[in-house]
């Protein structure tokens, strides 16, 4: 199985900052990876896809870069609603399997 | 707009069988390079892939649920479901279905991300 991890596991921070959350596959996965945002008590919603493709409707705020193990997700001009955990997931072979998660909060 | 919602008993006791439906409206199970999934997020935990559904019935499952894991498809109701034998309480968890987008090379085709999620359920395991 590929393993995720993710860096830092938290991070706190302020509206308007620039946020840069790292993402590592245990091996290659190309660019088969997407990011997800999970406020509390809700369902993950669908950021990005291919590593850097902005699913529809995602606010351009959000970007995301990388390839085969290392991987970001930048949030720039960090806003009210952006305080939530992001996931990241890998499709580049099975068991489909996702990182342990970065809670982002207000500092 | 597709909509997914999930249904099913909240309390399964131990031992025995978690029985969840998700059921797809605004559109057909049946659009091509859908396929349908269910991920599990034990309480204050992570995200994990339980296994995914094309329309015509095959699968891909998560080798750590040891095949106790089930999904069918019933393409007339416009619904597929999730069977978990053998539960545990490491099985509580909210369960969410979801709509993966397929990636197909030919007549081989892959499942990659999730782009759309249903509310999620908390199914509890407990006697």
């Known amino acids: 199985d590929i393993q995720m991890t993710q860096s830092p596991s938290s991070l706190s921070a302020s509206v308007g900052d620039r946020v840069t959350i790292t993402c590592r596959a245990s091996?290659?996965?190309?660019?088969?990876l997407a990011w997800y945002q999970q406020r509390p008590g809700k369902a993950p919603q669908f950021l990005i896809f291919?590593?850097?493709t902005l699913q529809s409707g995602v606010p351009s705020r959000f970007s995301g870069s990388g390839s085969g193990t290392d991987f970001t997700l930048t949030i720039s001009n960090l806003q009210p609603e952006d305080f939530a955990t992001y996931y990241c997931?890998?499709?580049?072979?099975?068991?489909?399997?996702f990182g342990p998660g970065t809670k982002v909060d207000v500092k | 707009q597709l909509h997914l919602q999930e249904s099913g008993p909240g309390l399964v006791k131990p031992a025995g069988t978690l029985s969840l439906i998700c059921t797809v409206s605004?559109?057909?199970?049946?659009?091509?390079?859908?396929?349908w999934g269910w991920v599990r997020q034990p309480p204050g935990k992570g995200l994990e892939w339980i296994g995914s559904?094309?329309?015509?019935?095959?699968?891909h499952d998560n080798p750590s649920l040891k095949s106790r894991a089930t999904i069918s498809v019933d393409t007339s109701t416009n619904q597929f479901s999730l069977s978990l034998a053998s539960a545990t309480a490491a099985d509580t968890a909210v369960y969410y279905c979801?709509?993966?987008?397929?990636?197909?090379?030919?007549?081989?085709?892959?499942?990659?991300?999730?782009?759309?999620w249903g509310q999620g359920t908390l199914v509890t395991v407990s006697s």
């Open positions: 979801a709509r993966q987008s397929g990636l197909c090379n030919g007549a081989d085709c892959y499942v990659t991300f999730f782009n759309l």
């Open positions: 291919a590593s850097s």
């Open positions: 997931q890998q499709y580049y072979s099975y068991p489909i399997t």
């Open positions: 605004g559109g057909s199970i049946t659009g091509n390079n859908n396929y």
């Open positions: 559904i094309y329309y015509d019935g095959s699968t």
């Open positions: 091996q290659g996965v190309s660019h088969w």
